[in-house]
């Protein structure tokens, strides 16, 4: 998997939005972007994925550098719910049949009211 | 929404103890993880399972870890005799079958609290 450096916390203020860098500079062609997160004492949740292009679901948007070197997740409208640690994973995707999970530190984001 | 489930929430035990942390897994999913996270650190893979099998353990894996899915519904994690070191939150994780070109994300169980006194 390839190694990725996120910023220990960030702060949001409720109801803007919330954009968390990740860098991934030695990802490889065939290495997608994950990003999970982990809701105090709470299980990781996946929030979104991608490869090259950007994406976008109901929880968030990812926006995927043309070289892929780094990706924003972007939380459109933070709530407090949101605060939480986020992860960003780059690793392969849907080859093999483990898929194991390889967290780092990431990012501590605060919402405030 | 389904969902997986875990239990003890909380589980205190001796040092040397065996400690069987139990995993109820989302009905249709095939592919079967723990990891574990000690307080304030990073969450770290353990064990995948697939088709009644370990498919990829980690270095933390040794021979005091076990793993089994004794039914159709149940996966437990076996830890024969607990250390100190052993203390950490279980998490319990499944996912679907892998379909080609889709990715089938990882669900997560709300952990199991494992003290060793």
């Known amino acids: 998997d390839a190694k990725t450096t996120q910023p220990t916390s960030m702060d949001c203020a409720e109801g803007r939005a919330a954009n968390l860098p990740c860098n991934h500079s030695?990802?490889?062609?065939?290495?997608?972007v994950y990003w999970y997160r982990q809701i105090h004492s709470q299980g990781p949740q996946y929030i979104i994925h991608?490869?090259?292009n950007n994406e976008t679901n109901e929880m968030a948007s990812l926006i995927i550098t043309e070289d892929r070197k780094s990706s924003t997740l972007i939380l459109p409208h933070a709530t407090l719910r949101d605060t939480a640690v986020y992860y960003c994973?780059?690793?392969?995707?849907?080859?093999?049949?483990?898929?194991?999970?390889?967290f780092g530190k990431g990012t501590l984001l605060t919402v405030n009211p | 929404e389904p969902e997986v489930t875990q239990t003890p929430s909380h589980q205190v035990t001796q040092m040397g103890q065996e400690v069987i942390l139990r995993c109820v897994p989302i009905?249709?999913?095939?592919?079967f993880y723990w990891y574990r996270q000690i307080l304030g650190q990073k969450v770290e893979f353990l064990v995948s399972?697939?088709?009644?099998?370990?498919?990829?353990k980690s270095e933390i894996f040794d021979d005091q870890f076990s793993v089994e899915r004794p039914d159709g519904s149940n996966f437990t994690l076996k830890i024969r005799s607990t250390k100190l070191e052993d203390s950490a939150m279980y998490f319990c994780?499944?996912?679907?079958?892998?379909?080609?070109?889709?990715?089938?994300?990882?669900?997560f169980g709300p952990g199991t609290r494992l003290t060793v006194l």
């Open positions: 994780a499944s996912r679907a079958e892998q379909t080609r070109g889709a990715y089938n994300e990882q669900f």
């Open positions: 030695t990802i490889s062609g065939n290495e997608y």
């Open positions: 991608g490869l090259k």
């Open positions: 994973i780059a690793s392969l995707g849907s080859g093999g049949s483990n898929y194991k999970l390889t």
């Open positions: 009905s249709n999913h095939l592919y």
């Open positions: 399972f697939y088709n009644n099998e370990i498919s990829e």
